[in-house]
């Protein structure tokens, strides 16, 4: 007799799970359970409908360090399978995939179609049940197996797998069954910031500028976007990733310090302005866009004004304002549609050897439905496959 696996929820580490199931042992019936009219809608709008399915970090060592929660629990893991073996799994099922030079891989085509394409093929040829439009509202323990509430039936099933994503209901009925739950609280957001410094600038980028969050220990690097509403980037998502817990304390009411040219030193910069001492400060600058810069001196530095002329205290408050700029944030956005959280299941809960609960049998559990969050970069995507494919290697090779 087949042994059964029903699986919550239809994204990435929904349907990765059911295929790699499949893969490793015919000996299973699969059902995958959607509340959405649709599966993978996360796959499909990731990455601005590109789908960002992973980076180019191969080392584990250096890959955890992009999780801000979970870094110590996917080390194990990421030995075991990593981005280098997503890559692989993609490509032997025809969808090549190409670096960025930032890390980031997206299929050749820029087409996150070709992910959940591939995907969808895959449950077909496998006879994998997707259906849709169904709400799991509750599921409880019968012997070692399981029945499945949903909105228009009762399903049993041998093991349960949990890739609900941020489903409050599905925590919930965790939390019923005795599991520690991390509340949760976004992850991955951009700054709104009305600070008149940024007037008429949205859609300039800085290459790489150094954000520390003051109050508190977070500091991060690398490019930023100014926006009609304030501030985004990798620098900005990265610092929202880090400090997920502390800024919900503050209700993101908080303050940052900006340098804008963190590999610039002060004897670089007094070079710069002797070598340029005839030249007016505003408007045009070797460094950064031009607007921006004369947004950020127009204060206190005159039209005309040439780096001779401006005398060691106006060099001095140039250099800290490019150095230090302080700037009050208001508020977030959510980064684009791809929302993650920071919070779920408590990792102490969980067996990573086969992301498999430790109290109660047969439930296993990938994706954002567990207290894992990286930052942006294919790093979210990277711990859905790796999660889903090692539950799927645990339940396949089961001998009971």
Same mark, same amino acid.
């Given at each position: 007799m087949k042994k059964k696996l029903i699986i919550i929820g239809g994204g990435a580490a929904g349907f990765f799970t059911a295929i790699n199931v499949m893969m490793l042992n015919a000996d299973f019936e699969v059902i995958i359970?959607?509340?959405? +009219?649709?599966?993978?809608? +996360?796959? +499909?709008?990731s990455g601005g409908?590109?789908?960002?399915v992973t980076n180019v970090c191969i080392d584990p060592e250096q890959i955890v360090k992009n999780y801000p929660?979970?870094?110590?629990e996917l080390l194990g893991p990421f030995h075991r399978f990593n981005t280098q073996d997503t890559v692989a799994w993609f490509e032997n099922q025809g969808v090549k995939l190409k670096a960025e030079s930032d890390?980031? &891989?997206?299929?050749?085509?820029?087409d996150s179609m070709d992910i959940v394409n591939c995907l969808i093929r895959l449950t077909k040829k496998y006879s994998i049940k997707v259906i849709t439009s169904t709400k799991v509202i509750g599921f409880s323990q019968i012997n070692k197996g399981w029945l499945i509430k949903t909105n228009t039936q009762t399903l049993s099933s041998d093991f349960v797998m949990l890739a609900s994503g941020s489903s409050k209901l599905v925590w919930d009925l965790l939390s019923n069954l005795g599991i520690g739950l991390i509340s949760p609280v976004p992850s991955l957001f951009t700054f709104h910031c009305k600070d008149t410094r940024f007037k008429d600038l949205s859609g300039i980028s800085v290459d790489n500028v150094s954000i520390k969050i003051i109050g508190?220990?977070?500091k991060t690097s690398g490019p &930023?976007?100014?926006t009609h509403q304030g501030l985004s980037g990798p620098a900005v998502l990265k610092a929202s990733a880090w400090g997920a817990l502390e800024l919900a304390q503050m209700d993101y009411k908080f303050t940052i310090a900006i340098d804008w040219l963190p590999d610039l030193n002060e004897k670089a910069f007094l070079q710069m302005t002797i070598d340029h001492a005839r030249k007016k400060i505003l408007p045009r600058n070797p460094f950064i866009a031009n607007r921006l810069w004369e947004q950020l001196l127009n204060t206190f530095i005159s039209e005309n004004l040439t780096y001779?002329?401006?005398g060691k205290k106006k060099l001095a408050q140039i250099y800290e304002t490019l150095k230090n700029s302080a700037f009050t944030i208001t508020g977030k956005s959510t980064f684009k549609e791809e929302f993650v959280t920071a919070g779920g299941v408590d990792l102490q809960e969980v067996d990573f050897k086969g992301f498999f609960l430790k109290k109660i049998t047969n439930i296993y559990l990938a994706g954002e439905v567990l207290n894992i969050d990286g930052v942006t970069g294919g790093f979210n995507f990277q711990a859905a496959w790796t999660g889903a494919f090692l539950a799927a290697e645990h339940l396949a090779y089961r001998d009971e």
């Open positions: 359970l959607e509340q959405g +009219k649709e599966v993978l809608n +996360k796959v +499909k709008i409908g590109r789908c960002n929660r979970g870094n110590r890390g980031r &891989m997206f299929p050749v085509s820029d508190t220990d977070i &930023m976007l100014i001779a002329e401006a």
